[in-house]
C-alpha cells in the first residue's frame, strides 16, 4: 500500500510552476487534437471542434492555478491591519478589567 502512496505522490501538483506546465501540455493536446478535428470535418463542423478543444484549456488551466496556493510573501506590504490574538480564555482566578463610561470620567473596575 506504501508503494502506490509513493507514487500517486508523484501525480500531486504542488506549485504553480507545475500546473503552468500541466496546461501546456494540455494546450499542445488540444492543439493536436484540434488540427485532426479539422481534417476529418472539413468546415464549420471542424472549426467548431477546433475551438471547443482550445476552449477546454482555458477552463482546466483555470482550475489547476486555483487549486494552488500562490506562494505567501516574505514582507507583509500594504496598509493591513495585523491580526488580531486570541485572548486565553477567562477563568476564576484571574481578575478581568472592566471600564464603565460615568460622566465625563472614566473608572476601571475590577469584577
Not at 63 to 86: C, E, F, N, Q, T
Request: with cysteine; hydrophobic share 40%; net charge positive.
Amino acid at each position: 500500500m506504501t508503494m502506490l502512496k509513493r507514487l500517486g505522490r508523484l501525480f500531486v501538483i504542488k506549485t504553480r510552476t507545475e500546473a503552468w506546465l500541466v496546461t501546456y501540455a494540455i494546450a499542445v493536446g488540444a492543439i493536436e487534437r484540434g488540427q485532426h478535428y479539422m481534417h476529418q470535418y472539413p468546415g464549420f463542423g471542424g472549426w467548431l471542434l477546433a475551438l471547443a478543444c482550445t476552449g477546454v484549456v482555458f477552463i482546466a488551466g483555470a482550475r489547476l492555478l486555483d487549486s494552488v496556493k500562490p506562494p505567501a510573501p516574505a514582507i507583509a506590504a500594504g496598509p493591513y491591519a495585523s491580526p488580531m490574538r486570541r485572548r486565553a480564555p477567562l477563568g476564576r482566578n484571574r481578575p478581568r478589567h472592566v471600564s464603565l463610561e460615568r460622566g465625563s470620567s472614566r473608572r476601571t473596575f475590577r469584577r
